[in-house]
């Protein structure tokens, strides 16, 4: 259990190295609420993205400065008009070991990665399966039904262990928004099928244990990898810095699997995919304070902290709400879902996110109604299921002291039965 003092020490940490980064300190000093904690870090955000809009004013869209590095930024960015042809050189959001190289495409967001390696695969090929597990984000399977008609999206209870069905290529969409039993039985099947694995770690940490897991096994079966990842809500300390998202073509130093593959141009292709949609990434939105042994330790001291926190609230729910409890026991370990007697719809799911947020809060819990995740407070929102089509309202644990964390459990549980009641 971490204790309230060894929390505001932690938070004391984590501002400082925020404050590291502006000309002008702040010196903040050891915060003494968690309320004080969250709002020095959004401050001192406000202020370290402030100065560079400052310092770096003539890094425009057609970039006729010719500034070689953001004076602010470990990250090098070389362009010409409208970041059409961005190339990012700096430090990795993960943290895997030496034995892995990477090439990362940035994006906007996560989404406009996932869609413009989607889109630029249909010049590879003509038709291919795509193998979805339950649960993978609802907006990426939107997609390839909407706008990907060269993919045909099938479960992967159809086809794990299955030989290729007439499509000629089959893809693997490997998503950490997936139930840890499903997730840890696809790491245990047959990969042998796959040309590609598309892997969403967004939910993950970037020096997690599934991810070198799944990259083993990629490797050991002879699949290329291209990693997505939205940056917005686990890379940048509980602030949400900016929007940003990228691919990493993963290349091992032993055998790059992607010189090997009929995909070896996916690269490429997503590239101008990224340009034709105009979805290249901002340099105002890279957090300057990536890459940093300290940065790194602090994120894998918060994101340790959210997982613990979350698998006492899976047990306490199971325990309190019973089966109101819809999803406790996700891949990731980040939030949970619950549900009413009742089925919801999707106004019905967001109202209910929308009150509970400001019941509590007004009680004086932390906790805000907000479509993310991995902050220093709780935050509610509904939640669709694309499977199922059921709605249900989403509960994202914070990184909190135990037992403050402890006791906004016991108050979540007891306003969703006095909710499933009125319900």
């Known amino acids: 259990m971490e204790t309230m003092e060894a929390y505001l020490r932690r938070k004391h940490e984590e501002l400082q190295l925020l404050d590291a980064h502006l000309d002008e300190s702040f010196a903040p000093p050891t915060p003494k609420s968690i309320n004080e904690a969250i709002a020095l870090k959004f401050k001192l955000t406000a202020a370290i993205r402030a ?7 003539t890094t425009t869209e057609t970039a006729w400065s010719h500034r070689k590095k953001s004076s602010d930024s470990p990250f090098d960015f070389r362009y010409d008009y409208q970041r059409a042809d961005l190339d990012v050189a700096g430090p990795s959001f993960y943290d895997l070991g030496d ?97 590609l694995c598309i892997f ?25 990898v291209a990693m997505i990842r939205s940056h917005t809500k686990l890379d940048s300390l509980g602030v949400e810095y900016g929007r940003l998202g990228s691919t990493t073509f993963v290349r091992s130093a032993e055998a790059d699997l992607w010189a090997r593959s009929p995909l070896r141009n996916l690269p490429d292709e997503m590239r101008n995919a990224v340009r034709l949609l105009g979805g290249a990434a901002l340099p105002a ?11 790194r330790s602090l994120t894998t001291r918060r994101v340790a902290a959210i997982i613990r926190n979350s698998r006492r609230t899976a047990r306490f729910f199971r325990q309190a709400l019973g089966n109101l409890v819809r999803q406790a026991n996700f891949a990731h370990g980040l939030y949970v879902l619950l549900k009413c007697r009742r089925p919801l719809d999707e106004e019905e799911a967001r ?54 964390w402890d ?14 009641c009125r319900a």
Not at 122 to 134: E, Q, Y
Request: proline letters at 5%.
């Open 51 to 57: 100065q560079h809009d400052l310092k770096d004013w």
């Open 407 to 420: 006791e906004e459990t016991r108050a979540i549980a007891r306003w969703w039965n006095e909710h499933d």
């Open 285 to 295: 939105h890279f957090p300057p304070y990536v890459g940093s042994p300290e940065y």
């Open 200 to 224: 969403d770690n967004s939910c993950l940490a970037g020096g997690s244990g599934k991810i070198a897991r799944a990259l083993r096994k990629a490797r050991r079966c002879g699949v290329p």
């Open 99 to 195: 034995d892995i190289e990477w090439e990362t495409v940035y994006t906007s967001s996560g989404m406009a990665s996932i869609s413009a390696l989607l889109l630029a695969s249909s010049h590879l090929f003509a038709r291919a399966d795509i193998v979805s597990l339950p649960g993978t984000y609802g907006e990426t399977l939107e997609f390839i039904e909407a706008y990907a008609p060269h993919l045909k999206s099938i479960t992967a209870a159809e086809v794990m262990g299955a030989p290729a069905s007439g499509a000629s290529h089959r893809i693997l969409l490997l998503d950490s928004c997936t139930s840890a039993r499903d997730f840890e039985a696809c790491l245990r099947s047959r990969w042998a099928q796959f040309d």
């Open 351 to 404: 109202q209910a996110a929308t009150e509970m947020s400001r019941d509590l809060g007004l009680a004086g819990f932390p906790i805000r109604h907000a479509g993310s995740f991995g902050f220093d407070f709780a935050a509610t929102e509904w939640f669709h299921d694309m499977t199922t089509g059921t709605f249900s309202v989403r509960i994202a644990v914070p990184d909190l002291p135990t037992k403050v």
